[in-house]
């Protein structure tokens, strides 16, 4: 977990990963430099649970993969999961994505669906995707980001083969990007047709403060993707609407939640 300047909802972010019904977890917290009273929150989680552990960085570097890659060189599990510091996992986040690992063994990232976290449940709603639109490969993900950092879990070692997050500042709000798309083009990524949690929509983000398209573009220029140039036509985006938000509440709210209360393997789309 990344960590900056977030006393607000930090706490919320560690309780959910505390809630997890998978309880053999370590949860690496990399402070940097914050200068409010983020620091303070996380050492009482420290004091409190020995599973949670923390670190500072010398200083602020404003780079999201250089805090998850100081996390990653941390870790001594198998595998990784990213929660950003203002997002929040459900109970069953780890236990289902861990059981698509555990029967497959091909499978090198696993993610899955968060909701927007918003006081209106209509916005909130209105961040259901269409499962056939979050199948991550080589070829999906030359044209788009489907993944969603705090939704991920990957092998550490796959992790550890391709260096973790670039540090460039020109893939900067990218760089988990540019690892999904290194990580699915030689390996297995797999979507899990559950909502694993939420995350919070603001307009104080990496991506709200990042001029996107110059990153996508520098993006583009290193993998030979044309992510930049992507987009649908507006009859097309809306008959895909028409279509999809009925197809997810189904998937999600009735499929998905299913298999969660029964226990039933979960539904996933490569």
């Known amino acids: ?4 300047n977030m006393q607000e909802h930090i706490s919320e972010a560690i309780d959910s990963v505390r809630r997890q019904n998978f309880e053999d977890w370590e ?9 409010d009273s983020t620091p303070d929150i996380v050492h009482r989680y420290v004091t409190m649970d020995p599973r949670v552990r923390s ?12 805090a998850r890659n100081i996390g990653i060189a941390m870790a001594t599990g198998s595998y990784i999961a990213f929660l950003d510091h203002d997002d929040i996992w459900r109970s069953i986040k780890l236990e289902r994505q861990l059981k698509v690992f555990s029967l497959d063994d091909s499978v090198d990232l ?43 879990m990957v092998k550490s070692s796959t992790l550890r083969h391709h260096g973790g997050f670039s540090k ?18 030689g390996g297995k990524a797999v979507f899990v047709s559950e909502i694993h949690g939420h995350y919070r929509m603001t307009g104080s983000g990496t991506l ?15 993998n030979e993707t044309h992510s930049a140039r992507y987009q649908r036509g507006k009859i097309k985006r809306i008959v895909a609407g028409i279509f999809a938000f009925p197809v997810a509440i189904y998937i999600y709210f009735i499929d998905g939640e299913f298999r969660i209360r029964a226990g039933i393997y979960p539904r996933i789309w490569t």
């Open 1 to 4: 977990m990344p960590a900056f």
């Open 27 to 35: 949860l690496i917290v990399v402070d940097d430099c914050s200068t």
């Open 55 to 66: 670190t500072r960085t010398n200083k602020n570097t404003n780079l999201p993969g250089a």
């Open 110 to 152: 696993v993610h899955s669906h968060l909701l927007g976290l918003h006081e209106s449940p209509f916005v909130r709603f209105t961040t259901l995707s269409n499962p056939f639109r979050r199948r991550a490969n080589k070829s999906t993900l030359s044209e788009r980001n489907m993944i969603q950092c705090s939704s991920v």
């Open 168 to 185: 460039d500042q020109e893939l900067r709000a990218v760089e988990d990007y540019d690892l999904w798309f290194r990580i699915a083009s």
């Open 208 to 222: 709200a403060n990042t001029r996107l398209s110059e990153k996508l573009k520098s993006f583009d220029e290193r």
